[in-house]
């Protein structure tokens, strides 16, 4: 079956520096458009990043545009996010999907999540 596996959330300092990965198995990798989102206390889970099959495109909340950066390596069938100068409003559980479609908000599958906590 599908597993999206994220990794590397923690406890950061505002202005600070994470790199989350999502490994993906299960999947053609490199056919599904990979996105991140994320669910902070409380709210709605929220829209942070989408890269397209290839990595060629991507596309950012306006929350986070400038500050993160998605991106995938196909051969390793995983998509990262590097998010840098965080801040405490960036904190949630960040989780990664993946989808047929770059401009729809639909995705076929998600992953489980791992906690981001930015400190003031």
């Known amino acids: 079956q599908v597993q999206l596996v994220a990794s590397g959330g923690g406890l950061v300092q505002a202005g600070g520096s994470l790199r989350l990965s999502c490994a993906a198995s299960g999947l053609t990798f490199s056919s599904y458009v990979m996105g991140w989102f994320r669910r902070a206390p409380g709210k709605e889970r929220e829209f942070v990043a989408r890269?397209?099959?290839?990595?060629?495109?991507?596309y950012y909340a306006t929350s986070v545009k400038g500050r993160f950066t998605i991106s995938r390596d196909n051969a390793k069938n995983t998509v990262y996010l590097q998010m840098n100068s965080l801040k405490p409003e960036d904190t949630a559980v960040y989780s990664c999907?993946?989808?047929?479609?770059?401009?729809?908000?639909?995705?076929?599958?998600w992953g489980q999540g791992t906690q981001v906590t930015v400190s003031s």
């Open positions: 890269v397209d099959w290839s990595g060629g495109n991507t």
């Open positions: 999907a993946a989808g047929r479609s770059y401009s729809s908000s639909n995705y076929d599958y």
